[in-house]
């Protein structure tokens, strides 16, 4: 068993999350790597105190240069405000640590580019976080469309992350909502990364955007009872894109929502063919439902259990939840940089995170002019 040292930067509410998932690796069976984490970066000391809890850690700073001079560190896994990505992921490849860096890569595909080229001149091993395709159904999902012969033709493919966080004009403002620290890209960069994982791996990549963006209430209460705080993001985006899918152009949809009346954390994927299709959502998580065209045309409900991609000590017949797909994340994560992940489905990678960005700054281009626009992935 090889135990890989782990260091968050950035302890909030994906930092402790991580943390948790390590805390609990005796879940998974028959993996020959084990994270530990040692050490916890966060500029806030309060935030530092919550991972007190947790004997590995040896080391809690405020400065997270600190960290990276660490040399016990393996692996950095950091998740901060968009703004600092950039400089604190371009420092941790150049510290000589392997990252696993939280989405969108960068607050707006300048960003992006510059952390891409920093990881090439590093040859570190990187990885972007992305852990909705870890759910079984959409994994199933994704393992179908492989091939998508069965389908038939693909008529059109929906998929999309819906919130309802900001529906209450009382809920006070944080990073996430002002553009100078989430990104003018907004909700694209908050929740795009999850919609756009299947389909890019898949190789459906948008070829032309259309795009329709709204922004939601444009002053909220500040924290604390601070002083009533100007949020200036775009809270919903449909991206009305164009595919390729074999030889047929195929209307793709990409929704990306903080006002979706109802919806907590809904991540779905639907894939419509002429002879087969595939819907699955989060908001069901243990349902994959699968169309077949016979003599009758029939919807199919499955219930999948437990069945993950990397075994776990749960039974087969319990249910997976947010906290269990983080984890898988994780172990695809640590077998990729071992080199073992084989045929299992891995990561993000910087050059999807990169189109991602991409897409998005075509589809900024868009809502301003009104019209499709065709990316440039160059
Ligand atoms: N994968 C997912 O499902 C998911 C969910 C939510 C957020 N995220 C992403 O995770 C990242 C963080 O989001 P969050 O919701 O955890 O935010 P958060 O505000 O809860 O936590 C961010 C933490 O970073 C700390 N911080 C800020 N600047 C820092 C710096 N220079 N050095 C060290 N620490 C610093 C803050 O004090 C805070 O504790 C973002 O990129 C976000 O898009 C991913």
Same mark, same amino acid.
């Given at each position: 068993?090889? @135990?890989?040292?782990?260091?968050?930067?950035?302890?909030?509410?994906?930092?402790?999350?991580?943390?948790?998932? &390590?805390?609990?690796? =005796?879940?998974?069976?028959?993996?020959?790597?084990?994270?530990?984490?040692?050490?916890? +970066?966060?500029t806030?000391?309060?935030?530092?105190?919550?991972?007190?809890?947790?004997?590995?850690?040896?080391?809690?700073?405020?400065?997270?240069?600190?960290?990276?001079?660490?040399?016990?560190?393996?692996? =950095?896994?950091?998740a901060?405000?968009?703004?600092?990505?950039?400089?604190?992921?371009?420092?941790?490849?150049?510290?000589?640590?392997?990252?696993?860096?939280?989405?969108?890569?960068g607050?707006?595909?300048?960003?992006?580019?510059?952390?891409?080229?920093?990881?090439?001149?590093?040859?570190? &091993?990187?990885? =972007?976080?992305?852990?909705f395709?870890? &759910?079984?159904g959409?994994?199933?999902?994704?393992?179908?469309?492989?091939?998508?012969?069965?389908?038939?033709?693909?008529?059109?493919?929906?998929?999309?992350f819906?919130?309802?966080?900001?529906?209450?004009?009382?809920? +006070?403002?944080?990073?996430?909502?002002?553009?100078?620290?989430?990104?003018?890209?907004?909700?694209?960069?908050?929740?795009?990364?999850?919609?756009?994982?299947?389909?890019?791996?898949?190789?459906?990549?948008?070829?032309?955007?259309?795009?329709?963006?709204?922004?939601?209430?444009?002053? #909220?209460?500040?924290?604390?009872?601070?002083?009533?705080?100007? =949020?200036? @993001?775009?809270?919903?985006?449909?991206?009305?894109?164009?595919t390729?899918?074999?030889?047929?152009?195929?209307?793709?949809?990409?929704?990306?929502? #903080?006002?979706?009346?109802?919806?907590?954390?809904?991540?779905?994927?639907?894939?419509?063919?002429?002879?087969?299709?595939?819907?699955?959502?989060?908001k069901?998580?243990?349902?994959?439902?699968?169309?077949?065209?016979?003599? @009758?045309?029939?919807?199919?409900?499955?219930?999948?259990?437990?069945?993950?991609?990397?075994?776990?000590?749960?039974?087969?017949? &319990?249910?997976?939840?947010?906290?269990?797909?983080?984890?898988?994340?994780?172990?695809?994560?640590?077998?990729? #940089?071992?080199?073992?992940?084989?045929?299992?489905?891995?990561?993000?990678?910087?050059?999807?995170?990169?189109?991602?960005?991409q897409?998005?700054?075509a +589809?900024l281009?868009?809502?301003?002019?009104?019209?499709a626009?065709?990316?440039?992935?160059?």
């Amino acid at each position: 068993m090889k @135990t890989v040292n782990i260091g968050i930067i950035g302890g909030g509410l994906m930092g402790r999350e991580m943390a948790s998932a &390590f805390g609990r690796w =005796c879940a998974l069976q028959d993996l020959p790597v084990i994270p530990k984490l040692v050490a916890v +970066a966060d500029t806030n000391a309060e935030v530092l105190e919550w991972f007190q809890k947790i004997p590995s850690v040896t080391q809690r700073v405020t400065d997270y240069h600190d960290l990276l001079a660490n040399e016990a560190i393996d692996v =950095c896994y950091v998740a901060v405000p968009h703004s600092f990505h950039e400089q604190i992921y371009v420092d941790v490849v150049q510290a000589g640590k392997d990252l696993f860096a939280e989405k969108p890569f960068g607050v707006d595909l300048n960003a992006a580019e510059s952390i891409l080229a920093a990881i090439k001149r590093s040859e570190r &091993f990187v990885r =972007c976080s992305s852990e909705f395709p870890f &759910f079984p159904g959409a994994h199933a999902v994704y393992q179908a469309c492989r091939d998508v012969g069965p389908l038939g033709r693909v008529l059109e493919v929906n998929a999309g992350f819906h919130h309802a966080s900001d529906l209450d004009p009382n809920k +006070a403002a944080n990073w996430k909502r002002l553009s100078s620290v989430c990104g003018e890209i907004g909700v694209l960069g908050d929740l795009g990364m999850h919609v756009l994982h299947l389909p890019l791996r898949l190789g459906w990549r948008p070829e032309t955007v259309y795009a329709q963006l709204q922004k939601g209430y444009p002053r #909220r209460p500040g924290n604390q009872g601070d002083a009533e705080v100007i =949020c200036d @993001t775009w809270d919903n985006a449909m991206l009305h894109t164009w595919t390729m899918i074999g030889d047929h152009p195929v209307p793709m949809r990409l929704e990306m929502k #903080r006002m979706a009346p109802g919806e907590t954390n809904t991540w779905f994927i639907e894939v419509l063919g002429t002879d087969g299709g595939y819907r699955y959502s989060t908001k069901h998580p243990k349902t994959l439902w699968s169309f077949e065209r016979g003599a @009758t045309q029939l919807w199919k409900q499955t219930d999948l259990g437990f069945s993950t991609p990397f075994k776990a000590v749960t039974g087969g017949i &319990f249910e997976v939840g947010f906290p269990d797909v983080i984890q898988q994340m994780w172990a695809a994560y640590l077998l990729e #940089r071992e080199g073992i992940l084989g045929e299992h489905f891995g990561c993000v990678t910087p050059e999807e995170a990169l189109q991602s960005h991409q897409l998005f700054r075509a +589809a900024l281009e868009s809502e301003q002019r009104r019209e499709a626009i065709h990316p440039s992935y160059g």
